[in-house]
């Protein structure tokens, strides 16, 4: 129960701190379908985004997997392969590059992914100490 006090009472204070005019930035975490990469990479260039985490990942959720034979036996794969796109941005591009990626890597089927957007507290570029939107 404190930590969902505590988890509250820093999402007050992060909105407080949006609300009083410091730029905010969110982490957009995607998981796509791997033969939609270069969908993603081309929606960044146009709307100007640079930088992003790309990772080979495993997984399942609604598709829970699919059939394949192997060697005449049949066996279930229950983890897909997904793709794994990370990225902070500023909290303006977040609604453009949502409705971009969802309009146009979406096939309508099971496994087409999901978004997650989180808040930034802090960043900070290692190699010269600069902090917030400037370390981005």
């Known amino acids: 129960m404190e930590l969902l006090f505590s988890l509250r009472r ?15 930035t969110k982490k957009v ?9 270069e969908d993603v990479k081309e929606i ?8 992003m985490t790309v990772t080979m990942v495993s997984g399942c959720g609604h ?11 049949e066996c279930e794969i229950s983890l897909l392969p997904k793709v794994k796109v ?8 977040v609604p453009e590059l949502l409705r971009q990626i969802t ?8 496994g087409d992914g999901k978004i997650f957007v989180y ?17 981005i």
């Open 119 to 135: 808040n930034v507290e802090q960043a900070v570029r290692i190699r010269t100490g600069e902090s917030g939107e400037d370390a």
């Open 63 to 73: 598709q829970k997997g699919r059939k394949n034979w192997y060697r005449g036996v």
């Open 29 to 37: 975490e995607m998981m796509i379908r791997p033969e939609k990469l």
């Open 10 to 24: 820093m999402n007050a204070v992060h909105t407080e701190r949006n609300n009083k005019g410091v730029d905010a």
């Open 86 to 93: 990370e990225t902070i941005v500023h909290d303006s591009v």
């Open 103 to 110: 309009s146009r890597i979406q096939t309508g089927e099971v």
């Open 44 to 51: 960044f260039a146009e709307l100007k985004l640079h930088g």
